[in-house]
């Protein structure tokens, strides 16, 4: 195993060249002493940081611990969208806004404390298992037909299926894992999977054209493991094509700005502008559209080509408890939480009766 590894770091080492350049993830790590002394930065704006190298030679000196969090972008690939130039508006509807008020913050609320009681919801232990079940009977007692899709020992995903008049679905989606720290992850992601199943609620009291997908995620702290699962089980059985949107919530409650990022890839450009009017239309929000797409559940489906978005927390603002112990319920901004809610829930009803 060793010796693939450092063939795999050869590899890169080969594919380093100066006037290329790397999207850099950093997933909760600190490695800025390391970027300033081997790349120069290009670009950092939105979620997106662009990288060049430096010089030729002495790429043996870069850690690979830095290596993994590096990904090599084509030239003028990224694109960030700012709010003062996202400024356009949808059509107002009444229909639509009388079941945004009936969103639920004491719902919301105790979600989140529930979750985060959990003496940890990483991915195989007791707390996490407990969460499935949670999930698994609030979506059971709202008329979804649901399954847990195991994919590996003591880690599954919960799915919630609600039929429309068409063969079609709208699918939304968050993660419940967390990195493990003792009764934390609220902001990351018991923010995301409240408003997953506050989402749920709501739309099991009303029929549409399209069918309806709960989809609660599994070991996105792990590598997108239940995202990557069921993508590939769902293109296999032919669910994954009748897909036609989705949304993606992961860290959805620490803002001091009012600014929420939108993300996807390039080929969806169009549908991050229509979800950043309805942002203007129906929430306090001001949108930011980020691409391409990286580090969380919306990748997967991305890249098979389902349109789609995540929407998160301002990355440059994001909360500074992310994967730390300190990740706690009070850290939260619940009206934020509540405004990214009403979006997800405009664009949904949207989608599911066009």
Same mark, same amino acid.
């Given at each position: 195993m060793k010796n693939i590894l450092w063939f795999i770091y050869i590899l890169f080492f080969i594919s380093l060249a100066k006037g290329e350049y790397y999207r850099f993830d950093p997933h909760g790590r600190n490695f800025s002493r390391e970027l300033n002394k081997f790349f120069?930065?290009?670009?950092?704006?939105?979620?997106?940081?662009i990288y060049r190298i430096k010089k030729e030679g002495g790429f043996k000196e870069i850690p690979? /611990?830095?290596?993994?969090?590096?990904?090599?972008?084509?030239?003028?690939?990224?694109? #960030?969208?700012?709010?003062?130039?996202?400024?356009?508006? %949808?059509?107002?509807?009444? /229909?639509?806004? /009388? %079941?945004?008020?009936?969103?639920?913050?004491?719902?919301?609320?105790?979600?989140?404390?529930?979750? %985060?009681?959990?003496?940890?919801?990483?991915?195989?232990?007791?707390?996490?298992?407990?969460?499935?079940?949670?999930?698994?009977n609030f979506l059971k007692n709202y008329g979804?037909?649901?399954?847990?899709?195991?994919?590996?020992?003591?880690?599954?995903?919960? #799915?919630?299926?609600?039929?429309?008049?068409?063969?079609?679905? #709208?699918?939304?989606?968050?993660?419940?894992?967390?990195?493990?720290?003792?009764?934390?992850?609220?902001?990351?992601?018991? /923010?995301g999977a409240s408003a997953l199943l506050e989402m749920g609620r709501l739309l099991s009291e009303k029929s549409f054209k399209r069918g309806v997908i709960i989809?609660?995620?599994?070991?996105?702290?792990?590598?997108?493991?239940?995202?990557?699962?069921? #993508?590939?089980?769902?293109?296999?059985?032919?669910?994954?094509?009748?897909?036609?949107?989705?949304?993606?919530?992961?860290?959805?409650?620490w803002n001091k700005n009012g600014i929420v990022d939108i993300e996807?890839?390039?080929?969806?450009?169009?549908?991050?502008?229509?979800?950043?009017?309805?942002?203007?239309?129906?929430?306090?929000?001001?949108?930011? %559209?980020?691409?391409?797409a990286w580090g969380s559940d919306h990748v997967p489906f991305l890249k098979k080509g389902v349109p789609g978005v995540l929407t998160i927390e301002h990355w440059k603002t994001k909360s500074p408890c992310y994967h730390k112990s300190c990740d706690k319920l009070d850290t939260l901004n619940i009206p934020y939480l509540l405004e990214i809610i009403k979006l997800n829930m405009a664009a949904s009803l949207y989608k599911l009766s066009e």
């Open positions: 120069e930065p290009v670009f950092n704006k939105g979620r997106m940081q690979p /611990s830095l290596l993994g969090h590096l990904v090599k972008i084509k030239k003028n690939q990224w694109k #960030v969208i700012s709010p003062e130039n996202l400024y356009e508006k %949808i059509p107002y509807s009444l /229909s639509t806004q /009388s %079941i945004l008020e009936k969103i639920s913050e004491k719902n919301v609320r105790e979600h989140l404390e529930f979750l %985060i009681e959990r003496s940890s919801r990483k991915m195989g232990t007791v707390g996490n298992h407990e969460t499935v079940n949670y999930i698994e979804y037909r649901t399954k847990r899709e195991c994919f590996k020992k003591n880690a599954c995903n919960v #799915v919630g299926i609600k039929k429309g008049e068409l063969d079609e679905y #709208v699918l939304i989606e968050a993660h419940f894992d967390s990195v493990g720290a003792l009764k934390a992850g609220a902001d990351d992601n018991a /923010s989809f609660a995620t599994n070991g996105e702290e792990d590598g997108l493991l239940g995202s990557k699962y069921f #993508v590939k089980k769902a293109e296999s059985s032919g669910l994954l094509r009748k897909i036609s949107f989705f949304i993606n919530m992961d860290m959805i409650s996807t890839d390039r080929d969806f450009e169009e549908t991050a502008r229509w979800m950043s009017s309805i942002a203007n239309t129906y929430t306090t929000l001001r949108p930011e %559209i980020t691409m391409p």
